[in-house]
T-cell receptor, first 108, second 118 residues
Framework: RKEVEQDPGPFNVPEGATVAFNCTYS??????FFWYRQDCRKEPKLLMS???SGNEDGRFTAQLNRASQYISLLIRDSKLSDSATYLC?????????FGTGTSLTVIP | ETGVTQTPRHLVMGMTNKKSLKCEQH?????MYWYKQSAKKPLELMFV???????ENNSVPSRFSPECPNSSHLFLHLHTLQPEDSALYLC?????????????????FGSGTRLTVV
């Protein structure tokens, strides 16, 4: 079983839509959780960490469910500039485990 | 400026060549990593260094040889590669695991070296 699993998409949504991505992880001892964003042919960049109580940053909301071992990312009021691949990342000790990414395209 | 600099950005090499990828971080981090990103696959961890010591070798073929002379520099020496080794090679750094900053800042990646083996 993969360490981290994501729906690869693609998700094609109109501008202004709300879109949600889910990600599951296999190791219950995982310690830290992140969402990264990767633009085409660029390196991944940290979008937000995911805290146990859930956290929000502008239009982005991240949730963690340790009991079910999944994390989610909600994007409200999608912008064209949100088009990218969103990587779910799980950390345990010195290791980071990446999902394959979910591709999002926001359509005018 | 990401704080993690990789050179070269692009590299084309023959299967008999020897080349090296370089990574330098200016963030005061203590852990550095090499990742491989192939099309339609998740990032694959190759090597981890904590405080200059290699703590992880993820079953990487010996034609890839890492070197970490200090906490700020990381190299990946390449020799007799195969065409299937063509990929984007990403260097990353972080605070050593277990520190409070890890949750806030995660990894910082370099821009990567796009390697083509011909």
């Amino acid at each position: 079983r993969k360490e981290v699993e994501q729906d690869p998409g693609p998700f094609n949504v109109p501008e202004g839509a709300t879109v949600a991505f889910n990600c599951t992880y296999s190791n219950s001892a995982s310690q830290s959780f992140f969402w990264y964003r990767q633009d085409c042919r660029k390196e991944p960049k940290l979008l937000m960490s995911v805290y146990s109580s859930g956290n929000e940053d502008g239009r982005f909301t991240a949730q963690l469910n340790r009991a079910s071992q999944y994390i989610s990312l909600l994007i409200r009021d999608s912008k064209l500039s949100d088009s990218a691949t969103y990587l779910c990342v799980v950390n345990k000790g010195p290791q980071f485990y990446f999902g394959t990414g979910t591709s999002l395209t926001v359509i005018p | 400026e990401t704080g993690v600099t990789q050179t070269p950005r692009h590299l084309v090499m023959g299967m008999t060549n020897k080349k090296s990828l370089k990574c330098e971080q200016h963030l005061g981090h203590n852990a550095m990593y090499w990742y491989k990103q192939s099309a339609k696959k998740p990032l694959e961890l190759m090597f981890v260094y904590n405080f200059k010591e290699q703590t992880e070798n993820n079953s990487v073929p010996s034609r890839f040889s890492p070197e970490c002379p200090n906490s700020s520099h990381l190299f990946l020496h390449l020799h007799t590669l195969q065409p299937e080794d063509s990929a984007l090679y990403l260097c990353a750094s972080s605070q050593a695991s277990g520190t409070a900053n890890l949750l806030n800042y995660g990894y910082t990646f370099g821009s990567g070296t796009r390697l083509t083996v011909v």
